[in-house]
Each structure stands twice: as structure tokens, then as C-alpha cells.
Nanobody, 115 residues
């Protein structure tokens, strides 16, 4: 099973930008789908963005136009570019993948949007 490790979280001011990375221990170019989820304190874990095997993407309404999911198959890294960030984007962000028939989760990275 492929292991996923997120990085890039931290504190950012409202309106700022942050880019998350998710490094995979194996190939991701054959992934059925790759996603970013987030879980705010006291809330359930929700999907933020998904990248399908055919290159199509899907975003939660709350992040459309602000977040972009992408990947680098040569480095086996999944990214989440976050722009125009808002206080409500504060959460632990997790990457997720369905790779070779197995579901993998990262350990999460904290993102805090605050002035």
C-alpha cells in the first residue's frame, strides 16, 4: 500500500496563499483518483478537491475558483494550491488516494487562517 505524507501547512493571513504537498511512497500516475479532504475542529471530514485518472477535477463549492489540485507524476507528489484564503479554510488537511485498488490516507497537516 502506498504511503502518503502531507506537508506545507501552517499559519496564513486571510487573503493569503499556501501550497500543500502530498508525497507518495510509490507511483501515483496509475491512481484511480487523488483527493484532498479537510476536517475542521468539531466537524466531519469533507472532500475539498478530487483529481480523477482522466485528468478531470472536482471541487467543493466553498473552494471553487480559489483552490487548485494538481500532481507531478515524475515526483509522485499531489499538490493543493490555496489562494484567497479565508478563516473558514482553517482545518487539518488530508490527502487521499485510491492506488492499485487500495485506499491510502496521509496523517494530515494543520492549516490555520488568521490575522
Amino acid at each position: 500500500q502506498v504511503q502518503l505524507v502531507e506537508s506545507g501547512g501552517g499559519l496564513v493571513q486571510p487573503g493569503g496563499t499556501l501550497k500543500l504537498s502530498c508525497a507518495a511512497s510509490g507511483r501515483i500516475d496509475n491512481a484511480a483518483l487523488l483527493s484532498w479532504y479537510r476536517q475542521a475542529s468539531g466537524h466531519q471530514r469533507d472532500v475539498v478537491a478530487t483529481l480523477f485518472s482522466n485528468g478531470a477535477t472536482n471541487y467543493a463549492e466553498s473552494v471553487k475558483g480559489r483552490f487548485t489540485i494538481s500532481r507531478d507524476n515524475t515526483k509522485n507528489i499531489l499538490y493543493l494550491q490555496m489562494n484567497e484564503m479565508k478563516a473558514e479554510d482553517t482545518a487539518v488537511y488530508y490527502c487521499n488516494g485510491i492506488i492499485d485498488g487500495a485506499i491510502s490516507w496521509g496523517q494530515g497537516t494543520q492549516v490555520t487562517v488568521s490575522s
